[in-house]
Nanobody, 122 residues
Framework: QVQLVESGGGLVQPGGSLRLSCTASGNILSIFAMGWYRQAPGKQRELVAM???????DYSNSMKDRFTISRDNNRNAVYLQADTLGAEDTAVYYC????????????????WGPGTQVSVSS
């Protein structure tokens, strides 16, 4: 019953930056954690970063220097600032919401967004 809407992906040159946005919609009471994973063709989906409060994040070790996650709890939104991008960052980036509690439910959901393509190329 919840949808994650992603935006901000696209084509950038090496060294460029992108800011990804994800907003959850639905009859949402709360979301425990939000963040981002990514998956390149032929590779496993991997963690980029997850956050609960937006002030700290659980980053993949390779992401800590160039990726910054933030969250706006009031808008059920999460953002990913990606800087100094290289070809190795080319992937489909998926928004992730964990522990989604709807107002008419006593159970939690984990939800994937549809994915947004990030391509880094000259």
């Amino acid at each position: 019953q919840v949808q994650l809407v992603e935006s901000g992906g696209g084509l950038v040159q090496p060294g460029g930056s992108l800011r990804l946005s994800c907003t959850a919609s639905g009859n949402i009471l709360s979301i425990f954690a939000m963040g981002w994973y990514r998956q390149a063709p032929g590779k496993q989906r991997e963690l980029v970063a997850m956050t609960t409060d937006g002030d700290s994040g659980d980053y993949s070790n390779s992401m800590k220097d160039r990726f910054t996650i933030s969250r706006d709890n009031n808008r059920n939104a999460v953002y990913l600032q990606a800087d100094t991008l290289g070809a190795e960052d080319t992937a489909v980036y998926y928004c992730r919401a964990e522990g989604v509690r709807l107002r008419n439910s006593e159970h939690d959901y984990d939800v994937w967004g549809p994915g947004t393509q990030v391509s880094v190329s000259s």
